[in-house]
């Protein structure tokens, strides 16, 4: 049976279990194109909260 040969500190410990808590990033919907973004960012359209922000290529 293997055997640790020195114990883990509770820092070390703490550092391996670091990502099982891990989460999906937030994301919003638009109000005015309904598409997802990150939450503070704009959409890939160029919409921020409801308003045109960013001219895209198509315009």
Request: glycine share 8%.
């Amino acid at each position: 049976m293997a055997v640790q040969q020195n114990k883990k500190s509770p820092s070390k410990r703490g550092m391996h279990r670091a990502h099982d808590f891990l989460t999906n990033p937030a994301t919003a919907i638009e109000p005015s194109t309904g598409e997802t973004h990150l939450r503070h960012h704009i959409s890939p359209t160029g919409f921020y909260r409801g308003k045109k922000v960013v001219k895209t290529k198509g315009e």
